[in-house]
T-cell receptor
Framework: GQQVMQIPQYQHVQEGEDFTTYCNSS?????IQWYKQRPGGHPVFLIQ?????EVKKQKRLTFQFGEAKKNSSLHITATQTTDVGTYFC?????????????FGQGTTLQVKP | GAGVSQSPSNKVTEKGKDVELRCDPI?????LYWYRQRLGQGLEFLIY????????KSGLPSDRFSAERTGESVSTLTIQRTQQEDSAVYLC??????????????FGPGTRLLVL
């Protein structure tokens, strides 16, 4: 079946270092979404990418959608302790042809001050 | 405006008892989702409601799990004869609906269920 995979599962960085998480889909996606879940919190929408090769920036966060629309990445420049949390990518469930999303397993980021 | 709300926020129950978890979606959102998240794990899809269409129950792990939704409002997730393996955070999300996987999902704070 359709799968969305993320690597790495965990990442520990020193504050100020950069961080990247990668998302790979087994199928071509119409769009990809990214969510952030702080420890003890719930997932919160960050961004949606739709176009092939699209790059979007939110302050220190850079999101990219691959040319083939099968992969995506989230890069954080100069991490801060406020970046701690789990980052999930999600793509539409193409088999069900509904509003369902398939979430990756998430990448948990720890930042040492 | 008000976001997605869930109740109770925490629930402790004994093995074998039934529990009901409630979700109030954002007003006007026709799509509603339930997820289970075990400690340190990702989001496990349970069930999806879209308007008056038949719900997508493909993620329910066993027949002990069921969910209902009244129109386009409140949803209740029921777990019968709870087992310790049911201990998790149950998250509800809603979206506008009809966007075929292009919509933002808005999550509630979740219900933390502990089965003793």
């Amino acid at each position: 079946g359709q799968q969305v995979m993320q690597i790495p599962q965990y990442q520990h960085v020193q504050e100020g270092e950069d961080f990247t998480t990668y998302c790979n889909s087994s199928t071509t996606l119409s769009n990809i979404q990214w969510y952030k879940q702080r420890p003890g919190g719930h997932p919160v929408f960050l961004i949606q990418l739709v176009k092939s090769g699209e790059v979007k920036k939110q302050k220190r966060l850079t999101f990219q959608f691959g040319e083939a629309k099968k992969n995506s990445s989230l890069h954080i420049t100069a991490t801060q302790t406020t970046d701690v949390g789990t980052y999930f990518c999600a793509g539409p469930d193409l088999l069900s042809n509904t509003g369902k999303l398939i979430f990756g397993q998430g990448t948990t980021l720890q930042v040492k001050p | 405006g008000a976001g997605v709300s869930q109740s109770p926020s925490n629930k402790v129950t004994e093995k074998g008892k039934d529990v009901e978890l409630r979700c109030d979606p954002i007003s006007g959102h026709t799509a509603l989702y339930w997820y289970r998240q075990r400690l340190g794990q990702g989001l496990e899809f349970l069930i999806y409601f879209q308007g008056n269409s038949a719900p997508d129950k493909s993620g329910l792990p066993s027949d002990r799990f069921s969910a209902e939704r009244t129109g386009e409002s409140v949803s209740t997730l029921t777990i019968q004869r709870t087992q310790q393996e049911d201990s998790a955070v149950y998250l509800c999300a809603s979206s506008l609906g009809g966007g075929w996987g292009q919509e933002t999902q808005y999550f509630g704070p979740g219900t933390r269920l502990l089965v003793l």
